[in-house]
């Protein structure tokens, strides 16, 4: 059960919830759990059972897909007031996880039981909607992110990443190549090649965008 004050911020960051009737409400928030999981936590991986509903409260997490070489690519983020589709997917199919869950930003969540949410997606329409508009959202993440790999070359996708963040960006080059699916090394020496063209300046753990402008161009090349 969650106290009064993560009731009244759940509330804040999913306004659908206050469409629900009171007494209803009231009784679906009995049942949910109140966690706090920090930085780094693998919070599902692949083959495994769902265990509920999660709403997040802050922080954020990375959903990732590994190869077998353990390569891995970014598949989406999970951002304070949303909620993950992979994990919707599973409570709807009954299904297993075909991803993995990495918190980046220290989470505070609540996560509902798995019949709670397939009764609130039955009998409350503001609660399908949100969790339809989820998969809308995702879906076409999805599809620009399968564009962007099958389309475009690996350089264009960095500077496209580069020029969409704010600067600096306090990052490693690891981390980097995980969101784009890609090695190290091979980051690396792109970044470096950007660093040769005046577009960007490299630090420790920091990058500086000096050309935005030559960025965004050389992405749409």
Request: aromatic share 8%.
């Amino acid at each position: 059960m969650i106290d009064s004050d993560t009731r009244t911020r759940l509330l804040q960051r999913y306004p659908m919830l206050r469409e629900l009737p009171a007494a209803e409400l009231g009784e679906i928030l009995t049942t949910a759990r109140q966690l706090k999981i920090p930085s780094g936590t693998v919070m599902f991986d692949e083959h495994q059972s769902c265990q509920g509903f999660p709403l997040l409260l802050s922080g954020s997490l990375r959903v990732v897909k590994s190869a077998a070489n353990g390569r891995e690519l970014q598949l989406y983020r999970v951002m304070t007031g949303e909620s993950c589709i992979l994990t919707s997917s599973c409570l709807l199919g009954d299904t297993c996880y075909q991803a993995r869950g990495i918190v980046e930003e220290s989470v505070e969540m609540v996560l509902f039981p798995a019949a709670v949410f397939h009764s609130m997606l039955g009998k409350y329409a503001p609660f399908r909607h949100f969790v339809f508009q989820l998969f809308t959202e995702r879906l076409t993440d999805l599809m620009e992110l399968v564009s962007a790999v099958a389309f475009q070359k690996l350089d264009q996708r960095l500077a496209a990443l580069l020029a969409g963040k704010s600067s600096p960006l306090h990052t490693t080059h690891q981390a980097i190549a995980d969101e784009l699916g890609s090695a190290r090394e091979i980051v690396s020496r792109l970044l470096k090649g950007f660093a040769e063209q005046g577009w960007v300046r490299l630090g420790r753990e920091q990058i500086t965008v000096t050309d935005p402008a030559a960025l965004k161009k050389f992405a749409t090349l």
